[in-house]
Nanobody, 118 residues
Framework: QVQLVESGGGLVQAGGSLRLSCAAS????????MGWFRQAPGREREFVAR????????DYTDSVKGRFTISKDNAKKMVYLQMSSLKPEDTAVYYC???????????WGQGTQVTVSS
């Protein structure tokens, strides 16, 4: 089992920045990748970014490239999402997920709300 806890959400004006954090605990040694996803009201949960735990390789959805940066701290078992130049369409609940190597994100945090005002 892997437990994930997100933090750092809030209300910010368009053009502003926020940094989300995800703390991982439990059986994290098998973690292959950690990802950030988001879900806006009335929409499906969508992929935002991921980082391959061992190699540090990152991947982003097109709409956030150049604005968001995912990073990790192995020792602290933390994953971060630095979000800049935020837009109202970035408003959503952001979730941290863990992929233990089968390509599926089976473990999720409770989510943190990000609201961007225009």
């Amino acid at each position: 089992q892997v437990q994930l806890v997100e933090s750092g959400g809030g209300l910010v004006q368009a053009g502003g920045s926020l940094r989300l954090s995800c703390a991982a605990s439990g059986r994290t040694t098998r973690t292959y990748a950690m990802g950030w996803f988001r879900q806006a009201p009335g929409r499906e949960r969508e992929f935002v970014a991921r980082i391959i735990w061992s190699a540090g390789i990152t991947d982003y959805t097109d709409s956030v490239k150049g604005r968001f940066t995912i990073s990790k701290d192995n020792a602290k078992k933390m994953v971060y999402l630095q979000m800049s130049s935020l837009k109202p369409e970035d408003t959503a609940v952001y979730y941290c997920g863990a992929d233990l190597g089968d390509g599926k994100y089976r473990y999720w945090g409770q989510g943190t709300q990000v609201t961007v005002s225009s």
